[in-house]
C-alpha cells in the first residue's frame, strides 16, 4: 500500500473556495494528469469533495470519508473513519497505490501516512478559504518536477511536483 496525496493549489497552498476550485475550467491538463494518476486506483476524499464533483469518478473505486451519510450514493463506498476507509481501499483494485483525493481536513487527517505528494502548483493566487495542510518540507524529498507554460487549452502556467517521504 503506498498513500499519495494528489492535489492543485495555488502558490500559497489555496485549494478551494468553498467547494469551488479557483481554476475550475482553466487547467484541462491538470485534470488529464489526474485521471491518468488515479485511474484504476482506489481514491478517497471527503463528502464535501465528493458534492463538489457530482458524481463518482469511472474506473476507480469512490471512498468518501463521512460521518454524516448513512448510506452511499450508487458507486461509492462510505467509511466513517480514516481506518475504514483505508481498509476498503485495500480490498479495492489498484491498492498498491490509494490516492487521496480531497478537501482540506481529509488531507490533514492522511498526511503522517502519505508515502507520497503529487502537487500541481498553479502559478498565480487565488481568492478563497481552503488550503492544503502545512508540512515539514525536511519530511519530503522532491523527485520529479514539470513545468507547463499557459497555453490556449490551459490559462495559467503551473508545476507538477512529486515528493517522496523520506
Known amino acids: 500500500m503506498y498513500i499519495i496525496m494528489i492535489a492543485a493549489m ?3 497552498r489555496l485549494i478551494g473556495n468553498g467547494t469551488q476550485i479557483p481554476w475550475a475550467g482553466d487547467l484541462p491538463g491538470d485534470l488529464k494528469r489526474f ?25 476507480r473505486t469512490n471512498i468518501v470519508l ?8 450508487n458507486g461509492v463506498l462510505v467509511a466513517q473513519n480514516k481506518t475504514e476507509a483505508l481498509q476498503m481501499a485495500l480490498r479495492s483494485p489498484g491498492a498498491e497505490n ?3 483525493i480531497g478537501g482540506a481536513q481529509v488531507y490533514a487527517q492522511f498526511l503522517n501516512d502519505a508515502k507520497a505528494m503529487l502537487l500541481t502548483v498553479v502559478d498565480s ?5 481552503v488550503y492544503f ?3 515539514d518540507k525536511r519530511d ?19 508545476e507538477v511536483q512529486f515528493f517522496d517521504r523520506h
Open 98 to 100: 490509494i490516492y487521496v
Open 66 to 73: 463521512s460521518t454524516k451519510w448513512s448510506h452511499a450514493p
Open 140 to 158: 519530503w524529498g522532491l523527485t520529479y518536477r514539470q513545468c507547463y507554460p499557459a497555453d490556449q487549452k490551459n490559462k495559467y502556467p503551473c
Open 10 to 12: 495555488d502558490r500559497n
Open 35 to 59: 485521471r491518468a494518476n488515479t485511474m484504476g486506483h482506489p481514491i478517497i476524499m471527503g463528502r464535501k469533495t465528493f458534492e463538489s464533483i457530482a458524481g463518482p469518478l469511472d474506473g
Open 133 to 135: 495542510p502545512k508540512y
Open 125 to 129: 493566487i487565488f481568492s478563497g478559504n
